[in-house]
């Protein structure tokens, strides 16, 4: 990959502020572009050449090492340069988590010129990642990704992005397993490989089950996702990539709200205020809609319950930052039990409560 030059004030856009960061400079190593020692006609046509180029945003998240057992290598240069070797930063994030700052960013540093520099990435998880370099001091190049995202290891096609499916869709999901019991099946009915992504789950049975004859049953099964190991998320109290059926929870503010499912899916909360309800609705086709509680006062959330169309409903409270977590379960008819985590809320599941 290959950095363009151009951008003068490094505010990552190459527009008329660099226009003018070159004038100003002329004469003078103030604006140089490209290593010459000297701000000239060449910085000139290297800003009009480039004019209206921007360059890709910045991850979301915090720089952690890998510790996963790949490596690989990518050719970088640097566009309009006859200078010395300049400090570049590589980072990658894998594929559709760019913007999720609960994903660490990879980051790699290296001494890059004019010509190629081939840049080691140790270390790796497997995965598919989207890869973007940047000088380690803003100005002259912009921060740019790579035009295909980097398989790891690298070898035959390219898995698909794995976006997981809402509880209420994951049916639709091409998977492959193996019969239940009595078709055939047995213990390995468990394992389940998302047959677009590759990830694999493991599924089994659930660990309690109680019947309830008017209301909602209780049902606690746990569940491990490659998809979760690699963004090292865990239920409250379970190792890396496993979490349970319980673990639902909200995240945000008064301007909206996120659902996060067990298995890693998330669905965007949206407010409106309909009369003196405020309303919370989510993406087309979800059989569900929010009603909650808002506590102006505190910029938050008192309460939220989702009603689905079936009669039953999850309610989340406040837990504490912009977490809400799951509080209650209602089934078909009012009848509900409730979720306690230990004091102060965060989340560990503790106890379940039928109302009697």
Excluded: C
Aim: glycine share 12%; charged share 15%; proline share 8%.
């Amino acid at each position: 990959m290959t950095l363009p030059n151009g951008d003068a004030n490094g505010d990552n856009v190459v527009d008329d502020a660099d226009l003018l960061t070159v004038l100003a400079g002329f004469g003078t190593p103030a604006a140089d572009l490209d290593g010459n020692g000297i701000t000239d006609d060449s910085e000139l046509l290297l800003v009009l050449s480039n004019f209206g180029l921007e360059g890709v945003p910045a991850f979301a998240g915090r720089v952690e090492t890998p510790s996963g057992a790949f490596s690989a290598t990518l050719s970088v240069s640097l566009s309009s340069w006859g200078g010395g070797a300049q400090l570049v930063k590589v980072q990658l994030k894998p594929v559709g988590s760019e913007d999720d700052p609960d994903v660490p960013i990879y980051e790699f540093t290296a001494e890059v010129g004019a010509t190629s520099e081939n840049v080691p990435l140790r270390n790796l998880p497997a995965g598919v990642y989207t890869v973007r370099a940047f000088p380690a001091t803003a100005g002259r190049w912009l921060r740019t990704e790579l035009s295909e995202p980097l398989t790891v290891p690298g070898g035959g096609g390219t898995p698909a992005v794995h976006i997981p499916a809402p509880a209420w869709a994951e049916e639709v999901i091409p998977t492959d397993t193996v019969p239940a019991v009595g078709l055939g099946g047995g213990p390995s009915r468990a394992h389940l490989v998302n047959l677009a992504s590759g990830v694999y789950e493991h599924a089994p049975e659930p660990d309690l089950v109680v019947s309830n004859p008017v209301g909602p049953e209780v049902r606690f099964a746990r569940f491990y996702s490659t998809h979760l190991a690699r963004q090292g998320y865990a239920a409250s109290g379970f190792p890396v990539g496993w979490a349970h059926s319980y673990d639902l929870r909200l995240e945000g503010d008064l301007n909206g709200l996120t659902l996060r499912y067990p298995n890693g899916a998330a669905e965007q909360l949206t407010p409106e205020q309909v009369g003196g309800q405020w309303l919370l609705k989510p993406p087309a086709g979800a059989p569900y809609l929010g009603i909650g509680a808002r506590n102006q006062a505190q910029g938050r959330w008192n309460r939220v319950r989702l009603h689905f169309q079936d009669g039953s409903a999850w309610e989340f409270v406040y837990a504490s930052g912009t977490q809400y977590r799951l509080s209650r379960v209602y089934g078909r008819g009012g009848a509900y039990h409730d979720i306690n985590s230990a004091p102060p809320s965060t989340g560990l599941f503790h106890e379940l409560r039928y109302d009697g």
